[in-house]
């Protein structure tokens, strides 16, 4: 079952938000050569906890940090550790935050240094993917649309999506229902109404769409050694049209502006 938000609760919920694309942006500032993935970690979880939130992965099935750093090719759920970030790499983050018991859930890929064009170019598809989908967030829209806008995107620019993990709900539990692959038929699936809020998040890599595991049971990776990015924002349907909570207070989470682009 979707449940559907109050706007007072959707407020509530784009505060935990701003604490997420705040966390990011400082995140993202400090991506240089050298720093460790577990300094990003603990840099992250005294942001969040400073803005009186709690990091919601921390103990989420055991995972044992507060945010997934996720190099090159891993795709999602890499665990922070002595990992130092080099000239040329790109770094997936992902933060959650539950402030006063809401969720905001949101991730970036960030750059290091210079990578190539490849990888920069997997990202810019990767975000503009994201932003499509939020596009067709709207009342009346099918859950389908909003799949089928990453897929299209993704696939017409010799991307792959990655099949087995999806998007979410969010509320107050950080995965709700509806799930939200990033593949989809246009019309189908739920009928999208005005309260409903999404953790939309296109998974992309370079190469094949397929993943595996790693030994520590957390991270997963290309199945080829391709490149892979991640993007996420937490998108409350409004009657009006799509709302990002996890833009923050300035308006600008990671390269992305207060306004939606005009597909
Ligand atoms: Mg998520």
Redesign the pocket.
Known sequence: MIIRKTRGQIEKMARAGEVVAGCLEMLRQGCRQGITTAELDEKAEKYIRKHRGIPTFKGYRGFPASICASPNEVVVHGIPGRYGLKDGDIVSL?V?VTLDGWVG?A?VTVAVGEPGQLALRLMEVTQASLMRAIAKSVPGNHLGDVSHAVEEYVEANGFAVVRTLV??G?GRD?HEDPQIPNFGTPGDGPRLEAGMVF?I?PMVNAGTHRVVVGEDKWAISTADGSLSAHF?HTVAVMKDGPRILTLGGSGEAPGLGTALPLW
């Open positions: 992902d959650g859930d991730a998007g979410h969010i950080m953790a998040e996420e």
